[in-house]
């Protein structure tokens, strides 16, 4: 949080200002006031000669005088910053979402060793916020940066920046390997002979619709054996 006090002399002259990433308080006159989200825009800097004075407009207008003329940038700043953040939050508060939902799919699949499928990979896909929220994020990626926490701005990276079926592909590639190495023996005697790296990608690739294409005598039986085992 970011404070300002001035005018120290009267007591019904003196006002603080403090400003945090969410809000702006203003004490002046024995009366509080606290501002968020668009409501910041009411707040207003004006440079003097020889000093500045910060303007509220709104019902009870309110002068803040004789703010230091050398203070007006970090004053502006700091109100800028809670606009940004709140024009840039519903943005990121999205793209958060989004990104524990496809995390907990890919590590639900991971622990149980269960091939990604077609339908739920759609279904991520169909759950991506769209172009509005992409723009909307932006629009301030030069702020994000000292605006959100690092869980944030890595779901905001991996919204704009992940192509989410190639990292899926590569997520079931591999699944397909830890599962062939954890069920070796198994792959090796469900039929009368070993299965070849062919057979077992057609077993754990676990779609619930997947096409074998093979010649006669070739193991596809052994596939649909080994699958419904």
Not at 17 to 30: M, N, Q, R, W, Y
Not at 103 to 119: F, H, L
Not at 164 to 184: H, M, P, S, Y
Request: aromatic share 6%; proline share 5%.
């Amino acid at each position: 949080m970011t404070t300002w006090i001035r005018e120290r002399g009267a007591p019904a002259r003196r006002w603080r200002l403090d400003v945090s990433l969410e809000e702006v308080a203003i004490e002046a006159h024995s009366d509080v006031l606290v501002l968020t989200g668009a409501d910041v825009s009411r707040v207003r800097v004006h440079r003097g000669w020889f000093s500045a004075r910060i303007d509220v407009d709104g019902p009870k207008p309110l002068q803040l005088r004789r703010l230091p003329r050398g203070e007006v940038p970090a004053v502006q700043a700091a109100l800028q910053r809670v606009l940004v953040r709140h024009r840039a939050t519903p943005a990121v508060m999205a793209a958060a979402a989004w990104h524990r939902t496809v995390k907990a799919t890919v590590e639900a699949a991971q622990r149980d060793g269960r091939w990604i499928t077609v339908e739920a990979r759609r279904a991520l896909e169909a759950a991506r916020p769209g172009p509005d929220v992409v723009a909307a994020l932006q629009a301030a990626a030069v702020d994000l940066p000292t605006l959100f926490q690092p869980s944030e701005l890595t779901a905001v990276r991996f919204l704009r920046e992940v192509d989410v079926a190639g990292w899926i592909a590569g997520i079931n590639e591999e699944i397909l390997a830890a599962e062939t190495r954890r069920l070796r023996s198994f792959f090796d005697g469900v039929e009368s002979r070993p299965l070849t790296d062919e057979q077992i990608r057609a077993v754990v690739t676990f779609d619930n619709r997947v096409q074998v294409v093979a010649a006669a005598g070739s193991g596809k039986t052994s596939v649909m054996v080994a699958r419904a085992a």
